[in-house]
């Protein structure tokens, strides 16, 4: 049973995405300005929050087996509370599958956090998972410490409802949060210690917004302010869509110096009749295109994808289709995913399911050439001199971890702190790691 008093630690547990990342890290701030402790291990915490993600199967069943995992030798379990998309999509049955789980929290309403875990810590059960559109944010506290590198939302939902993506349902409408409240936010974390900062969004080329003179303005607008931020030394954003790429942002990768050489830009798919079955707006010669003008502006740009095999229907050939975009690009890393029915998605009835070892099979052939690619993009990486944002320490005496402007992982051993920007000649590249030596 839940524990009758007001707990006084916490553990916030995020699984997913970048911005289910960042909503942790608002929920922890939320919970110690309320004056609740962090507890790093969820056995230490009188109240657990457990951060879901509903983007491919088993993830509710992996809800249910953590909350399982909770309960303690002696049969007590801390206050539970499942927030994320899996609360939003499926609060109900949580309710009522889970006695133990006293409070369930949509991503849109988790400002909201701290009233209803004291209504659990009184005994009572709360349920949240209404999607009213800007109260969250401006009900978080200030932001105050940061590592050097830090995420933002500045955009969340979406309406482009590619036909096997929950996302339109469990985050929403798309919604841009304004420009003076991102400028804002992003000087509180340099302040407290950010260099880098990663603009997030289901789809953060879509942001819209009005720059302090009124004019409306994309996310180019928004990086050139954020830009002018002084100790701000980097600026990436993820993730795109093809259709939002517009004009003033591919030319920023060309002009605005902190914005990283790095887009990822996910395709889903090399075939035409597959993307249209996606409902992706765009072709395989369109995506390509679209990277032609992205490289002419930044020549040594680093791209990325995300893939889905296997797509209800998706026969050899068209799958041959994607290897050969994947061939065309050359990505220096990508993502890829065997298509998972999502409940309540039009794709979800599609006929023509593709067979589990068939999606398998297809898999393994992306991946090896994905892998491929990222290890030549490394390669290819060797010799150059580059600064890397010192992120951590590594595990030998006197060596940093960091990343390229490519987003690639750099270790060197050398004079350094964390949060320091340090130029190294990049030595030896692995698949997933590079080895650097400090300049000069
Ligand atoms: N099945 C498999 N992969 C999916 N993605 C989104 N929905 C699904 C699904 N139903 C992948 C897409 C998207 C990434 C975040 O997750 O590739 O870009
Ligand atoms: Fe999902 Fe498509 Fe929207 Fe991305 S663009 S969040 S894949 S619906």
Sequence with gaps: ???????????????????????????AELLAAQGMTPADARDDADLVVLNTCHI?????????????????????SPLIAVAGCVAQAEGEEIMARAPSVRVVVGPQAYHRLPEMVAEAAAGKRATETDMPAEAKFAALPRRRRSGPSAFLTVQEGCDKFCTYCVVPYTRGAEISRPFADLVEEAKLLVEGGAREITLLGQNVNAWAGEDAKGRATGLAGLAAELAAIPDLARIRYTT???????EALIA????NAKLMPFLHLPVQSGNDRVLKAMNRSHTAESYLRLLERVRAARPDIALSGDFIVGFPGETDAEFEDTLRIVDAVGYAQA???????????????????????????RLQRLQAALNRDQLAFNRASVGRRCTVLVERRGKHPGQWLGKSPWLQSVHFTGDAAIGDLVEVDLVEAGPNSLAGQPAG
């Design 1 to 27: 049973m839940a524990s009758p008093t007001s707990p006084r630690t916490f553990h916030v547990k995020s699984f997913g995405c970048q911005m289910n990342v960042y909503d942790g890290e608002r929920m």
């Design 56 to 76: 491919r199967e088993k993830a509710t069943e992996k809800v249910y087996s953590d909350i399982g995992r909770l309960r303690r030798e002696d049969g007590s």
């Design 240 to 246: 795109s869509h093809p259709a939002d790429m517009d």
């Design 252 to 255: 920023a990768h060309g002009t």
């Design 335 to 361: 993502f890829s995913f065997k298509y998972s029915p999502r409940p309540g998605t039009p794709a979800a009835t599609m006929e023509d399911h593709v067979p589990a070892e068939v999606m398998d099979e």
